[in-house]
């Protein structure tokens, strides 16, 4: 079984910085892909950053310049620096993966922007 655990979120007021962290544990062999995706009261779950295996990453046009999102295989973590962040960042955070077996989530993490 695969576990996903995030940490780092929190209230932050505008222009601020947070740095998220996901560890996964488990039955880990190769992860393909890591990434970021938030999800707002009422709305869709959308990407946010994600990294591959090749260390080739994609952010959101909205997050892209302010956040970047790093792993470390080793250690089979990913990590995503929030700076410059907006009210509209306001959301939950959670980490995802994708192996060979399937897809696997995280619990979220509650990130709020205000002031």
């Known amino acids: 079984q695969v576990q996903l655990v995030e940490s780092g979120g929190g209230l932050v007021q505008p222009g601020g910085s947070l740095r998220l962290s996901c560890a996964a544990s488990?039955?880990?062999?190769?992860?393909?892909?890591m990434g970021w995706y938030r999800q707002a009261p009422g709305k869709q779950r959308e990407l946010v950053a994600r990294?591959?295996?090749?260390?080739?990453?994609n952010y959101a046009a909205s997050v892209k310049g302010r956040f970047t999102i790093s792993r470390d295989n080793a250690k089979n973590t990913v990590s995503l620096q929030m700076n410059s962040l907006n009210p509209e960042d306001t959301a939950v955070y959670y980490c995802?993966?994708?192996?060979?077996?399937?897809?696997?989530w995280g619990q979220g993490t509650q990130v709020t922007v205000s002031s």
């Open positions: 995802n993966v994708e192996m060979p077996r399937g897809r696997y």
């Open positions: 488990g039955t880990i062999f190769d992860i393909y892909v």
């Open positions: 990294i591959t295996n090749g260390d080739v990453t």
